[in-house]
């Protein structure tokens, strides 16, 4: 991929991801150019603040969410049980804005085969939602996902910034032979995998279609109650709880908390209108 320009300047994504494989964490305030703050020592000045992220590439490019999707996954970072078999697998990495900016508060929901390439259907086996950290971070502990007829090995995911559209997209894993087959699959979403023992770490920043300017993240205003409805951020929400808000009634399909810019008409990852 694009880890180096035609004139051999390597790219924020490629320091971004070697940052991201050698543990560095993230600071709390990443100055606009993320993938660049991460490698400054004390007493380093941050680089220049640069207009777009990922190097100038589009967004994270959406994909199908195929057959299996199921609303009202469990709220957890790890899709592991007692008893799961197969080879565990860490993926980490970032959701960034336009401008490089990390996005706290994204709504993350993963979904996967088992190592024997079967979803769970009934249940809610590898199938998990999350929330990125203040810095934009998320982490998912879970197992490589075995094969099916017609398919390569991939993970399914939709992505959605408070007040912002779903993207629902797909991680591949680099060197499979079935990515060659795969009329799905797009190198674009090819997450970076390294070997860590007897399990793997994969890691991938998404680039949603936020407009952002370098800077402070303005912080919201929170309405504690809209006018003629039921919903109030601060409020904790379980799957099948109803509200109204702006006339219409709404069903939760995930537990939350309640934030601006998650009212219902806003999050339908979230509330379902009935």
Known sequence: ??????????????????????????????????????????????????????????PTV??????YFKPNSPLRT????????????????????????????????????????????TGFRFRGH?????????????IVPGLYPGRTRHLHVKVQAPGRPVLTS?????????????????????????DAGAAKEAAFDFVLNVPQTPGPT??????????????AAGTAYRAGDRVTYGGPAYVCLQAHTGQAGWEPPNVPALWRAV
């Open 62 to 67: 959406p994909q199908t969410e195929g057959p």
């Open 78 to 121: 790890s899709l592991l049980e007692s008893g799961t078999v197969g080879v565990r697998l860490t993926v980490s990495g970032y959701v960034f804005g336009l401008a490089c900016r990390p996005i706290a508060g994204v709504l993350l929901d993963f979904w996967q085969a088992d190592t024997n390439g079967a979803y769970d259907n």
């Open 1 to 58: 991929m694009d880890n180096e320009t035609s004139t051999g300047h390597v790219t924020r994504k490629a320091v971004l991801r070697a940052a991201l494989a050698a543990g560095i964490a993230a600071p709390t305030v990443l100055m606009g150019v993320p993938a660049l703050a991460r490698t400054l020592t004390a007493g380093e000045a941050a680089p220049a603040l640069t207009p777009e992220c990922d190097d100038g590439d589009d």
């Open 170 to 194: 797909q991680l591949y894993f680099p060197g499979e032979p079935r990515n060659n087959t795969d009329s799905i699959f797009d190198a674009r979403l090819l997450m970076t995998v390294r």
């Open 130 to 142: 999350q929330f990125t950290d203040a810095q934009g971070a998320f982490r998912l502990t879970t």
């Open 218 to 231: 303005p912080t919201a205003t929170a309405t504690t109650q809209p006018p003629g409805g039921s919903w």
